[in-house]
């Protein structure tokens, strides 16, 4: 069996907690794209984990794997395996495995990121961790793999031939050239205690679903943020979709069994690009303060707004959703009404499905339907039954106008505070 698990928005909708959810029923839990540019909350047995590369399975016996589709830091890398230990968790080579080809983030990818972006003009707001020069490197094939850190050999001359160029492009944005070659010897260290670890994760996964195991996929980042259906240019530098799983871990579209999209209550962004919902005024300060939204990896205030329907429409289709998990209902706890952004009106015309253009995303103005509020405090509640009448119909809503069905509801960031519709 193989699911994936996709955000539905622009990140931070919760994949953290429903991959932990979810992770006891499966034998692997892998991370296909992105890299620490994620930040995947897990609140469970008393305690907080903010995971930005290990899967969040960690806290389960499932096998962790992360492919080569991810751009991987090994420092963050060593620091959460740190972190888990200090916590109880010990992560070895049985537990974790990272391909053979993922590519590494050098100290010269998060310069240049730094510097590009304060180069431009208009701002993307990325999270300054070297995820697109990372990707960049990738495509351009001038990547440096998990296996070349882990051989010194193979690392150095690797590096002879790709510096130069490295030096060339921090010259241009007029940062310091010695980055091109720093962190070299740390790296070799890094790369030596990681050498265990190394795995070919399409194999693994391949061989699991002949013997009849459970894989879980989890995405990071969300479908609006995908580099090729996203909002250019606020979007990320890898492919957030569920097909992207299949690709990225090697493993055929045919395999699949189940996608998850995961969906707030209402809607977040973190960085620039268009929101059409976006609240800025009490509303955006109840849905912040209430939910928490800072960002995970930067601590950036996390722009709020209504939730949106075209948007939720369009990510189904990017996905195939064959169902949702609804998170965060909990803090539309205190607002009266609570509304639901249907469709918009662009020049004159009323559209139920964003524009492609991210110009014309930013023009769009919501259109929006009331329901009424509820006050009570519901994180504690077990079942649908349970929840206040105005809270079921919202659901129900959601449900109808979406057209897939909502699986999970969340209500509350512990494990416990989930339950199935
Ligand atoms: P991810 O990137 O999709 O894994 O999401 P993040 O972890 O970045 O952000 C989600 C935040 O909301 C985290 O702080 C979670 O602990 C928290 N959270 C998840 N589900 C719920 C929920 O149902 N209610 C509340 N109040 N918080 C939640
Ligand atoms: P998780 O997995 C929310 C956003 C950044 C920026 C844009 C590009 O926790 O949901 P990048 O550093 O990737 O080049 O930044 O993408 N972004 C995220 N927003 N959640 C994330 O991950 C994100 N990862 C990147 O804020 O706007
Ligand atoms: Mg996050």
Redesign the pocket.
């Given at each position: 069996m193989f699911t994936i698990i996709t955000?539905a928005q622009?990140?931070?909708?919760g994949?953290?907690k429903i991959v932990d959810m979810m992770a006891s029923q499966y034998d692997i839990v892998a991370r296909f794209q992105?890299?620490d540019?994620?930040?995947?909350t897990v609140v469970a047995e008393g305690k907080t984990y903010k995971l930005h590369l290990i899967p969040s399975g960690v806290l389960f016996d499932a096998r962790l794997l992360i492919g080569p589709g991810t751009v991987m830091n090994p420092k963050i890398l060593m620091e959460e395996i740190a972190m888990l230990a200090e916590n109880g968790t010990t992560v070895k080579p049985d537990k974790l495995g990272i391909d053979a080809k993922t590519s590494i983030i050098m100290p010269y990818h998060i310069a240049l990121?730094s510097l590009r972006e304060s180069k431009r003009a208009v701002k993307?707001?990325?999270?300054?961790?070297?995820?697109?020069f990372a990707y960049i490197d990738k495509v351009g094939r001038d990547e440096i793999q998990m296996a070349d850190i882990a051989d010194r050999n193979r690392f150095l001359k690797r590096l002879e031939e790709i510096a130069p160029q490295k030096e060339a492009a921090i010259r241009d944005l007029g940062g310091d050239l010695s980055i091109a070659r720093s962190g070299i010897e740390e790296y070799i260290e890094i790369g030596k205690k990681l050498k265990p670890y190394i795995t070919d994760v399409s194999r693994e996964i391949n061989l699991a679903l002949k013997e009849g195991k459970k894989v879980l996929a989890e995405?990071?980042?969300?479908s609006h943020?995908d580099i090729i259906h996203g909002t250019q240019k606020?979007?990320?530098?890898?492919s957030t979709v569920a097909g992207s799983a299949c690709s990225a871990l090697g493993v055929g579209p045919t395999k699949v069994d189940k996608v998850i999209g995961v969906v707030k209550a209402y809607i977040?962004?973190?960085?620039?690009?268009p929101l059409p919902t976006e609240q800025k005024n009490a509303v955006g300060e109840h849905l912040r303060g209430k939910g928490g939204e800072f960002?995970?990896?930067?601590g950036?205030p996390?722009r709020c707004g209504w939730f949106d329907l075209p948007l939720a429409r369009k990510s189904i289709d990017l996905n195939g959703y064959t169902g949702m998990a609804l998170t965060k209902l909990d803090v539309l706890t205190g607002l009266d009404p609570v509304k639901v952004c249907t469709g918009y009106e662009l020049d004159g015309k009323i559209i139920d499905y964003p524009p492609e253009l991210s110009d014309e995303l930013a023009r769009c103005k919501p259109v929006y339907t009331e329901l009424p509020g509820w006050d009570e405090d519901i994180s504690s509640r077990e079942n649908l039954r349970e929840l206040p009448e105005n809270a079921k119909e919202y659901i129900g809503l959601l449900e109808q106008l979406m057209g897939v069905g909502i699986e999970y509801i969340s209500v509350g960031p512990g494990r416990q505070q989930t339950f199935t519709n």
């Open positions: 955000g622009f990140g931070d909708e994949k953290g992105g890299g540019n994620a930040g995947h990121d993307i707001g990325t999270t300054n961790r070297g995820i697109g995405g990071a980042q969300g943020l606020f979007v990320t530098s890898s977040t962004r973190v960085g620039e690009g960002g995970t990896t930067t950036r996390r």
